[in-house]
């Protein structure tokens, strides 16, 4: 079968034009710089849409917020749902709408940081959009990325979806209660995972029965 492929510099793509992500990624410095000064941790959750990414974080938020004070941004095109799912008594959460935009930027984030009182924070989750290829181009100034798939996905999510792995501390496996029944194997998943980027830290995890949430707690160093 003959695979056609461009050739370098033949995308016409606005977004991934070399001086915009120079300009993101000045900007994602600045974050870091911001939340170091505050002492804030920064986590960028990533993922496609209903991998989990909602679900995982506020199983994390649950299990650490006697710990830390956290707080939230949540991203997604239009709506607010997943911020309304994670808004608490104790943790502030920020929506994003990004649009027709496919992924959050620095510049995005640096606006939501400017709504939350970071002296009050000790640690963020930055719930990206749905998607598996734009977010790995734009880093925000997280000090961890995560990556959620999961087995309802299928077999292939993370051979056919390589370069967002490329970048990621830890992968969350998710849904493996699930595995069976989709004839999905997780250890293949995160075999696939390891081909990819060997450091990252690959954990299977249930968001639905709240397993494997305190290993990716270790993963995170938190």
């Given at each position: 079968?003959?695979?056609?492929?461009?050739e370098?510099?033949?995308?016409?793509?606005?977004?991934?034009?070399?001086?915009?992500?120079?300009?993101?990624?000045?900007?994602?410095e600045?974050?870091?710089?911001?939340?170091?000064?505050?002492?804030?941790?920064?986590?960028?959750?990533?993922?496609?849409?209903?991998?989990?990414?909602?679900?995982?974080?506020?199983?994390?938020?649950?299990?650490l917020?006697?710990?830390?004070?956290?707080?939230?941004?949540?991203?997604?095109?239009?709506?607010?749902?997943?911020?309304?799912?994670?808004?608490?008594?104790?943790?502030?959460?920020?929506?994003?709408?990004?649009?027709?935009?496919?992924?959050?930027?620095?510049?995005l984030?640096?606006?939501?940081?400017?709504?939350?009182?970071?002296?009050?924070?000790?640690?963020?989750?930055?719930?990206?959009?749905?998607?598996?290829?734009?977010?790995?181009?734009?880093?925000?100034?997280?000090?961890?990325?995560?990556?959620?798939?999961?087995?309802?996905?299928?077999?292939?999510?993370?051979?056919?979806?390589?370069?967002?792995?490329?970048?990621?501390?830890?992968?969350?496996?998710?849904?493996?209660?699930?595995s069976?029944?989709?004839?999905?194997?997780?250890?293949?998943?995160?075999?696939?995972?390891?081909?990819?980027?060997?450091?990252?830290?690959?954990?299977?995890?249930?968001?639905?029965?709240k397993?494997?949430?305190?290993?990716?707690?270790?993963?995170?160093n938190?």
């Amino acid at each position: 079968m003959e695979i056609i492929k461009p050739e370098e510099g033949e995308i016409l793509d606005i977004e991934l034009e070399e001086d915009f992500l120079k300009r993101n990624k000045k900007l994602a410095e600045e974050n870091r710089v911001l939340l170091e000064k505050h002492k804030v941790r920064a986590i960028d959750v990533m993922g496609s849409i209903g991998s989990g990414k909602t679900s995982l974080i506020g199983l994390l938020s649950s299990f650490l917020s006697k710990i830390f004070k956290i707080g939230i941004i949540a991203g997604d095109l239009t709506t607010d749902i997943d911020a309304k799912r994670l808004e608490g008594e104790e943790i502030k959460v920020v929506q994003i709408n990004t649009g027709k935009e496919c992924h959050l930027d620095a510049n995005l984030v640096k606006k939501a940081l400017q709504n939350l009182e970071l002296d009050k924070i000790d640690l963020i989750f930055i719930e990206n959009v749905g998607n598996l290829i734009c977010p790995a181009e734009f880093p925000l100034g997280a000090h961890k990325r995560i990556v959620v798939v999961s087995v309802t996905e299928g077999p292939w999510m993370v051979v056919k979806h390589p370069y967002i792995f490329e970048e990621a501390d830890v992968v969350v496996i998710n849904k493996v209660d699930l595995s069976e029944a989709m004839g999905v194997s997780p250890g293949k998943l995160a075999k696939d995972v390891e081909k990819i980027n060997p450091k990252a830290k690959t954990i299977p995890v249930s968001c639905r029965k709240k397993e494997g949430i305190e290993e990716v707690i270790k993963a995170l160093n938190l």
